[in-house]
């Protein structure tokens, strides 16, 4: 086996634990075991675990951020873009169940200076420059699309944490039914909802 080859032997099978125990839950010995090689090899690649670990969520980080990136600003109509990003998600879930896992687990453990917090962030700040500027177009305060950006972006990253443990129901329909919600959410804006409502 090639350096290059073994590398990506490594962060396949680090990934693969990863996704099951977590950075703290997984030894050196165990990826060692896994991928058949001595502790000093992983060292010679990546320094240890957390290099390795470091490697993983980089690459899930950059999968997933350029697929939603491009969902985002393909074009369409507004309604047509909330479909797109859901989908774009919900595909990335689907395809890379573990890769989603272990940037989950590190957003809510802590490790690796919220990563995927930080992605769900940088999403909503998207997010909000498009709705800033349905907002204008439709008369309501753009000033408030902040706050709308991240309602929606929480709204399809729970529904899509989810969904990939319960798999169901398929797809599609989840997909049809987060757009349904936000977009006719969306739709029925009142212009000033605190004095609707207080």
Do not use: C
Request: hydrophobic share 40%.
């Amino acid at each position: 086996m090639t350096g290059v080859q073994r590398r990506e032997q490594l962060i396949g099978v680090g990934r693969a634990l990863f996704a099951a125990k977590g950075l703290s839950g997984t030894s050196v010995e165990e990826i060692a075991a896994a991928a058949d090689i001595s502790k000093p090899v992983l060292y010679e690649h990546f320094g240890g675990k957390e290099g390795l670990y470091a490697v993983v969520v980089d690459r899930e980080l950059q999968a997933m951020t350029s697929a939603i990136s491009a969902a985002l600003t393909a074009g369409g109509t507004d309604r047509e873009t909330i479909e797109r990003a859901a989908t774009t998600l919900l595909d990335y879930i689907e395809g890379s169940p573990d890769g989603f896992r272990i940037l989950v687990r590190d957003s809510r453990d802590g490790h690796g200076g919220g990563t995927y917090a930080t992605l769900l962030s940088d999403v909503a700040r998207q997010v909000e420059d498009l709705l800033g500027d349905a907002f204008r177009q439709r008369g309501l305060d753009p000033k408030s699309a902040p706050l709308y950006a991240q309602m929606l972006v929480g709204m399809v990253s729970l529904t899509g944490q989810w969904w990939l443990e319960a798999q169901r129901p398929k797809k599609a329909e989840v997909v049809a039914h987060v757009v349904n919600l936000a977009w006719n959410g969306l739709v029925g804006l009142e212009r000033n909802p605190l004095q609707s409502h207080g």
